[in-house]
């Protein structure tokens, strides 16, 4: 089946889908961008061939018996709906099922019944009510179904105790609903699901819906969503990507998404589902400074921490790359580290910022920084700023060799690595050109120059030169820096300046220009 997609804002010319029976495709976007209108546009397009299921109107929904075919309402037996009916609340859609169920289950037994006492060789048949019981015990293994006086009962492992679908928890009725639900489709239609993750444990979420497509493979499932993890874990199944909506005109701004090489799929589709630029940055997204700073000095941004730099500069450049797809700005925060400025210039004019300090830890020993926090915990500013900045310079000078080493050693590995990434026509020639490299990089002159360099700013006291090249975690601790703020330690410093930015104190946007400032922006 060939599906014509709404209208888009753009072009008069709609999209094209195709839902061939045992296939899947994902509706994906942010809250508010129209993927509910999108759906039922696709839905009113395909007619009785669509068929729509949501757990929450299953679960807690009680209205009338509809007479549309594309609801489990719709295709319920009248009578059944009818008797529930009589009993003064509405029924939601699962009792509305589970009494369906039981109704056909009776009308079989009753047919067999009839069969052998007319002697005939008739077989109980495998009704719904029994692919319906499979897989909730392939999904709830411990958990046992009971079909007691007309009535479908649940124990969990060796608990003698029998208990109604009510006692369920929401996620345990969900599986039963959506398990029952899908059996009503009509053959050979499309299933649409609205938010497939409701309820439903994330360990559980993936395998129920593979095993549902399979119980059905002569529908097409089109699953309605803004979650990102379910959409990626259909894996090949298109997505379409809805951005916004224009309510008047009944058109969308919307995509069907490219495949991505250099970003995982998951992280790509939450990005563009947040509608804002998009800023990569180093670090664990949980305990790293990184993302606890960058987000309160970028507000505007969706901020993601992808661990390492090479990540980083990986993801800005694939996501760069799709920008006349998703229609997103995006960059990247890389430590400057032992990063000569040549490397420097590189990155940036890849859109990675990579600030004039050598790691983040340095950015909280910025001038500005210091001042800004001595003065609102009423320590004298002028004396922190003085007694950090000499203690910054005399632990620098203790470890300047060591420094110019490790820099040394990071270019060198730089150079190796570029030098002999290239084509050689046989071993002899790379064994020539590898033995040359000694002379030709030179580590011990340039091990040399950098200690000059670095002695003539410890001597002149650059304080901000030192920053940029100095690459020690511990500094932040060792200079003292939080007592003179008026801190006990180097973590309540840290957590003071976070905190200070996450209000609307004036002092907080002097330290968010002072950051943004290093960073290269003004």
């Known amino acids: 089946m060939n599906i014509n997609l709404p209208r888009r804002k753009d072009s008069?010319?709609?999209?094209?889908?195709?839902?061939?029976?045992?296939?899947?495709?994902?509706?994906?976007?942010?809250?508010?961008?129209?993927?509910?209108?999108?759906?039922?546009?696709m839905v009113e397009q395909i007619g009785d061939k669509a068929f729509r299921i949501s757990a929450l109107d299953g679960l807690y929904e009680r209205r009338k018996t509809s007479a549309s075919p594309q609801t489990l309402r719709g295709r319920c037996d009248a009578t059944v709906a009818a008797g529930l009916e009589r009993g003064g609340n509405l029924p939601t859609g699962l009792e509305l099922l589970l009494a369906q169920l039981m109704h056909e289950e009776m009308l079989n037994l009753i047919g067999y019944k009839l069969a052998v006492a007319n002697d005939s060789q008739s077989k109980l048949k495998r009704t719904k009510l029994d692919k319906v019981i499979e897989i909730w015990q392939e999904v709830f293994p411990d958990n046992k179904v009971l079909i007691n006086s007309g009535k479908i009962l649940f124990s969990r492992g060796l608990d003698p105790e029998n208990y109604s679908a009510l006692k369920l928890s929401d996620g345990e009725r969900a599986v039963l609903y959506y398990a029952g639900?899908?059996?009503y489709a009509p053959h050979n239609s499309v299933i649409f699901v609205d938010s497939p993750e409701m309820f439903l444990h994330p360990t559980l979420t993936s395998s129920l819906w593979n095993r549902l497509e399979m119980l059905r493979r002569d529908c097409a499932f089109c699953y309605t969503t803004?979650?990102?993890?379910?959409?990626?874990?259909?894996?090949?199944?298109?997505?379409?990507?809805?951005?916004?909506?224009?309510?008047e005109q009944n058109a969308w701004d919307y995509d069907i998404m490219p495949s991505?090489?250099?970003?995982?799929?998951?992280?790509?589709?939450?990005?563009?589902?947040a509608r804002k630029p998009v800023l990569?940055?180093?670090?664990?997204?949980?305990?790293?400074?990184?993302?606890?700073?960058?987000?309160?000095i970028f507000?505007?941004?969706?901020?993601?921490?992808?661990?390492?730099?090479?990540?980083?500069i990986e993801?800005?450049?694939?996501?760069?790359?799709?920008?006349?797809?998703?229609?997103?700005?995006?960059?990247?925060?890389?430590?400057?580290?032992?990063?000569?400025?040549?490397?420097?210039?590189?990155?940036?004019?890849?859109?990675?910022l990579v600030p004039e300090v050598a790691e983040i830890e340095n950015m909280f020993l910025l001038e500005e920084v210091i001042t800004t926090m001595a003065k609102v915990n009423g320590t004298d500013p002028t004396r922190a700023l003085q007694k950090v900045k000499h203690a910054v310079i005399s632990l620098f000078k203790s470890e300047l060799r060591q420094q110019a080493l490790q820099h040394t050693?990071?270019?060198?590995?730089?150079?190796?690595?570029?030098r002999v990434d290239g084509r050689f026509p046989d071993i002899d020639t790379l064994e020539k050109h590898v033995g040359g490299l000694l002379d030709e990089l030179n580590p011990r002159g340039m091990y040399e120059n950098l200690c000059r360099e670095f002695h003539a700013s410890a001597d002149s006291g650059d304080y901000r030169s030192i920053l940029k090249v100095y690459n020690q975690k511990s500094t932040l601790s060792n200079c003292n820096v939080a007592q003179l703020c008026g801190y006990t330690n180097k973590d309540r410093y840290i957590n003071g300046v976070i905190s200070l930015l996450s209000g609307n104190r004036p002092e907080a946007e002097q330290i968010r220009l002072a950051f943004r400032t290093a960073l290269g922006l003004s």
């Open 299 to 312: 507000p505007d941004f969706t901020v993601r921490s992808l661990g390492s730099c090479n990540k980083v």
């Open 280 to 296: 990569f940055i180093e670090g664990d997204s949980h305990r790293s400074i990184d993302a606890r700073l960058y987000p309160l």
């Open 409 to 418: 050693r990071h270019y060198m590995k730089k150079m190796v690595e570029r």
């Open 226 to 247: 803004h979650d990102p993890d379910f959409a990626s874990s259909r894996n090949g199944a298109p997505v379409i990507w809805v951005r916004d909506c224009d309510i």
């Open 315 to 352: 993801a800005t450049r694939t996501f760069n790359g799709l920008a006349s797809f998703h229609r997103l700005d995006s960059m990247g925060i890389v430590d400057r580290d032992r990063r000569d400025d040549k490397e420097v210039e590189y990155l940036r004019g890849k859109n990675i």
């Open 181 to 183: 639900a899908i059996l």
């Open 260 to 273: 991505q090489d250099g970003i995982a799929s998951e992280l790509y589709m939450s990005l563009v589902g």
């Open 12 to 41: 008069d010319k709609p999209g094209m889908l195709s839902a061939a029976p045992g296939t899947s495709f994902v509706i994906i976007g942010a809250n508010g961008a129209g993927k509910t209108r999108f759906t039922a546009s």
